[in-house]
């Protein structure tokens, strides 16, 4: 079992930066892909971010690629989501999540965070 909580988000002016970290327990932590979804109002779920257990390769979604970067701390059971350059459009809740498996596809996850509010203003 894993269990996963974010924080880090808030408001921020377009062009600023916010770092989202995820706190996770249970000891299958290391053994997991984490990964950053986030959801707009009356939208879909979105992919953002992923890092793989294992070798720790990263993805990202083409949209905030060159300005989000993913880590993870396997000995702090934290993974992070650096974001820089922020726009109106990244506003969302962003989740955290952790799968065996899975990169980009939220229904691969298994595990998820309750979401962390991020407001870019223009």
């Known amino acids: 079992q894993v269990q996963l909580v974010e924080s880090g988000g808030g408001l921020v002016q377009a062009g600023g930066s916010l770092r989202l970290s995820c706190e996770a327990s249970?000891?299958?932590?290391?053994?997991?892909?984490m990964g950053w979804f986030r959801q707009a109002p009356g939208k879909e779920r979105e992919f953002v971010a992923a890092?793989?257990?294992?070798?720790?390769?990263?993805y990202y979604a083409d949209s905030v690629k060159g300005r989000f970067t993913i880590s993870r701390d396997n000995a702090k059971n934290a993974v992070y989501l650096q974001m820089n350059s922020l726009k109106p459009e990244d506003t969302a809740v962003y989740y955290c999540?952790?799968?065996?498996?899975?990169?980009?596809?939220?229904?691969?996850?298994?595990?998820w965070g309750q979401g962390t509010q991020v407001t870019v203003s223009s």
């Open positions: 999540a952790a799968s065996r498996t899975g990169v980009s596809n939220y229904q691969t996850y298994g595990y």
């Open positions: 249970g000891r299958t932590f290391s053994s997991k892909n």
């Open positions: 890092i793989t257990w294992r070798a720790g390769t990263t």
